[in-house]
DNA sequence: CCTACCGATCGGTAGG
DNA sequence: CCTACCGATCGGTAGG
């Protein structure tokens, strides 16, 4: 571990860390992972550019620790809170609920939607470490997601004929037009069709 | 109307402005309606920036004209096509025919995805002409969708209670799902998904 | 963590 | 449609 600063401790070094990627998040959020300058950020912060790029030693870092954090908000937001409940059908509606929620609340951590949207429409026709970061990302969630289904269906909540990986695909394809409904049209009754597509979709 | 240059004539002119405008939809495409750069786009196109830039004005007339013919393009090669259908599910069923090929085989026009997406997902949480006219084309599609699910319910060749604005609702969402499917996944499976989902879609 | 700096590129303009 | 240029900003580095 390399101290970063004469003048700050590891653990306010890892403080500061912590501001600017949560402040960078939010940037990227509004105009993209491209968009999030390293000048912007540090004015943003009352930094300088180098004392924020000594952090990460490159924009590329940077917008790699910014999606890593995401996931963990993502995680502990829309995952966690429904993992103790009881697998199937049950738990499958309570990740709904804490995904539309998501994407309608956390506005202080994303302002402009869906950071993984933006990403994979901003890096889905280039190469590069970021866009398989993302790849990675909605792959892993989109086989979660499948696993859930696979289990109610398992526990006899859902048809025997269910296509665990069809319900995947089609439940990111809701929370995609809801992400839209959110913050290009500012919707208000965008989670109730959410919701009355999300029971479609599960209806089959 | 005000001659551009004193060595082509307005005829000329105007066919070099159509292959900026096609080159900027692909460039944007690939790196958004903001990473469409003056400079790139002129050295692509083997002119000065002056050059380019002498046809708009300004960049912001540079995306509108872009996103324009865009519009020109989906509108050619998505609801033309099935215009002198017979209205209901015949019509609505081709629509999603030559929009789900629209995504898959536009690659030289489009090669980073559907030029609107990424344009929704880049100008939501802004402000401005762009994103207003974002929001517009975005509206009058999905009223336009709406509209045909309803001829279709008129029509008997759906049920009466079916609530079009909801369906095209989730359609955008199937075909937002099918987008990304193309580009980030590559998946050579995206249109018997997405077939599926449709079908899931109207089936309600 | 800062100041001071680098070359490259940005959108845009003047003038022809 | 070009050359030549403008101030601003980009990502990044040197050195402390």
Redesign the pocket.
Known sequence: MVD??P??SAV??RG??DRIVARGMALASVDGLEG?????LAADLG?????V???F????ALQLAALRTASEVFTRTVWRPVEHLEPGLTRLRALFGTWADYLETERDSFPGGCLFTTASIEFDARGGPVRDFVARLFTAWRRRLAGEVRTAVAHGDLPADTDPEQVAFEVFGVFFALNQEIHLFGAADAVARTRRALDRVLAG
Chains 1, 2 share one sequence.
Do not use: D, N, P
Not at 36 to 40: A, E, M, N, S, V
């Open positions: 970063m600063s003048r700050k306010e070094a500061t860390r999030l300058t390293i000048g912007r930094m300088s550019k180098a004392g790029l000594g952090h030693g490159t924009k590329q």
